[in-house]
């Protein structure tokens, strides 16, 4: 019933940014954990950030310091910026709202993000 649409992957350089976005139908991020995973193929999807609804952020190791994670609960819209990005950071990023206390579990369906020179 919640539905996500991320956007905002694209071609970068290395060393590039770039900003995700992903848009909810609803007001879900007010009540539930916005996430930012990624996946590539023949490998498990990962987790790159999250945000909860107390503002607590949480990142990989492999893009603390280069990724900010971020969420307008106005827009029902959230975040995720990238800087200086490398080419392991080729992935489809798809963005998750969760709450376990609420039995919320949605996801968009993936944008690409494709760093390479």
């Known amino acids: 019933q919640v539905r996500l649409v991320e956007s905002g992957g694209g071609l970068v350089q290395p060393g590039g940014s770039l900003r995700l976005s992903c848009a909810a139908s609803?007001?879900?991020?007010?009540?539930?954990?916005l996430g930012w995973y990624r996946q590539v193929p023949g490998k498990q999807r990962e987790l790159v950030a999250t945000?909860?609804?107390?503002?607590?952020?949480n990142y990989a190791d492999s893009v603390k310091g280069r990724c900010t994670i971020s969420k307008d609960n106005a827009k029902n819209t959230g975040y995720l910026q990238m800087n200086s990005l490398k080419p392991e950071d080729t992935a489809v990023y798809y963005c998750?709202?969760?709450?376990?206390?609420?039995?919320?579990?949605?996801w968009g369906q993936g944008t690409q993000v494709t760093v390479s020179a």
């Open positions: 998750n709202a969760a709450s376990g206390r609420w039995g919320i579990d949605y």
């Open positions: 609803g007001s879900i991020f007010s009540i539930s954990t």
């Open positions: 945000i909860t609804t107390a503002g607590r952020v």
